[in-house]
């Protein structure tokens, strides 16, 4: 079904419901007519003869219907000792030989003469030579009663098979003119409901043809309840973050553009400057210090673009933090001699992989390492590592958009750090939080996820 478009779907859908309902129908309402035409057949049998009950009482003949098609017999039985003894015909229509034989009507009479008692009725069919289906009713009274024996009278009514036909046909073109109505009205709600459906989805698919054309910046929500409006919503909302990813993107781009073009313009004036024999060899030194910086910043675009495409691989394994902390701190420590460097390590181990553990050290030791003042202190106690500098604390306004990547700070800086950390950690399921220090500082807090805020104060 999901080869076909939705409307194609939904109109298999109905035609197949609407064989399965007409044939299903089609065998209750035959089987029903059946049944009551039947017994509308015997209840007409039943009128003639309550209808005519004066006459055929009181002796009088009793002719066949021309307008309903029933013909009669009349006869007389004797009871005596409480049974019936003999049960004769004394009058039969004329039209009686039109609808059964001799042989039928003596099948009739014998399967009546035991219950010929007064006020004694009932119905039966049989059939025919012609296999036509006989319908017959009769009726019994005591007209003539006497010491000796008791006389009772009775009539039976008798039809063919075409006021069952004719009721039977009746009933099947009402049933069924109303079925039809019924599924018109149906096909005309459905179609109704499944256009509107359509037309729904359809302006859903062209507003996400567009939202590049209009670079994510047309709204529109579905209006209703439904899972569509639904769906609706949670394209929308990520159109706005597509938007904010968007406006994030030329930012960064921007912010990468500066950050870049500083060391490069350096190297490149100092170079033509050593070529043109304007400046001295010991000048090399700022091309060097520059190509350290411009590296430095090319690491961290490569470490933030890899964590695009970074997946479980493998099963995360335990990382010996203190190590890795150890080896980090080495680096720095003779890079940053106005910098005390205070270290209580017990052997905590996250779960991870190991360059990803060291890249996150590494960016939050370079972080802490720009703004401290005289010393960085690093814990790692039961679980939880802790790297705090004594530098200026952070204010409101860049606090929550710390992680941000290319986010400038108050004093104009601006990175990757921060955010490759912050997006390293979400991979691993390890909360990142920055906070203020009431003695002075800031301070960087790992720990395993739960649910308390990223960010304290």
């Keep these: 079904m999901r080869k076909f478009k939705f409307t194609t779907q939904i109109t298999i859908l109905y035609f197949t419901l609407l064989c399965i309902t007409t044939i299903l129908f089609s065998l209750i309402t035959l089987d029903r007519s059946k049944s009551v035409s039947n017994a509308q057949t015997f209840d007409r049998l039943e009128s003639f003869i309550t209808i005519t009950d004066d006459?055929?009482?009181?002796?009088?003949?009793?002719?066949?219907?021309?307008?309903?098609?029933?013909?009669?017999?009349?006869?007389?039985?004797?009871?005596?000792?409480?049974?019936?003894?003999?049960?004769?015909?004394?009058y039969m229509s004329e039209k009686l030989n039109a609808y059964v034989s001799q042989e039928q009507i003596d099948m009739i009479t014998r399967s009546i003469s035991p219950y010929l008692i007064p006020g004694a009725s009932n119905n039966g069919t049989i059939e025919n030579a012609n296999k036509d289906r006989i319908y017959y009713t009769y009726c019994v009274e005591n007209l003539n009663p006497n010491i000796d024996s008791d006389s009772f009278d009775f009539v039976v009514a008798i039809t063919n098979s075409r006021i069952a036909d004719t009721l039977k046909s009746e009933m099947a073109y009402q049933l069924i003119g109303i079925f039809g109505i019924v599924l018109t009205f149906a096909f005309l709600i459905l179609g109704l409901w499944g256009g509107g459906y359509v037309s729904r989805i359809n302006r859903l698919k062209l507003h996400i043809a567009n939202l590049p054309k209009t670079n994510y910046k047309e709204e529109y929500i579905d209006q209703g309840s439904d899972e569509l409006s639904e769906l609706s919503v949670s394209i929308e909302k990520m159109r706005e973050e597509l938007l904010d990813n968007e406006g994030t993107k030329q930012e960064m781009l921007q912010n990468i553009s500066h950050d870049f073009k500083t060391p490069i313009a350096v190297i490149k004036s100092y170079a033509e400057a050593i070529q043109d024999g304007m400046a001295d060899k010991e000048d090399a030194k700022i091309i060097i210090k520059q190509a350290n910086t411009l590296q430095h910043k090319v690491v961290r675009l490569l470490q933030y673009n890899r964590l695009e495409y970074l997946e479980k691989t493998e099963e995360f394994m335990e990382i010996p933090m203190k190590e890795i902390i150890n080896d980090v701190v080495n680096t720095?420590?003779?890079?940053?001699?106005?910098?005390?460097?205070?270290?209580?390590?017990?052997?905590?181990?996250?779960k991870g992989y190991q360059e990803n553990f060291y890249t996150i050290v590494d960016n939050l030791v370079d972080?802490?390492?720009?703004?401290?003042?005289?010393?960085?202190?690093?814990?790692?106690?039961?679980?939880?590592?802790?790297?705090y500098n004594d530098g200026k604390p952070i204010s409101d306004q860049f606090l929550n958009a710390l992680f941000k990547p290319y986010e400038k700070g108050a004093d104009g800086q601006f990175g990757l750090g921060m955010s490759i950390v912050k997006k390293t950690l979400d991979f691993f399921e390890y909360d990142l939080m920055v906070k203020n220090e009431e003695q002075g500082g800031v301070s960087f807090t790992i720990k395993k996820k739960d649910s308390k805020p990223i960010y304290t104060q």
């Design 55 to 90: 006459v055929w009482q009181n002796g009088v003949k009793l002719d066949s219907s021309e307008n309903i098609n029933i013909t009669t017999f009349q006869g007389v039985a004797i009871y005596q000792n409480g049974r019936v003894v003999s049960s004769s015909i004394i």
């Design 332 to 350: 720095y420590r003779y890079q940053t001699k106005n910098i005390e460097f205070i270290l209580e390590l017990d052997d905590t181990k996250f």
């Design 367 to 387: 972080n802490a390492k720009r703004y401290a003042k005289t010393k960085i202190v690093i814990t790692l106690n039961n679980g939880v590592l802790m790297v």
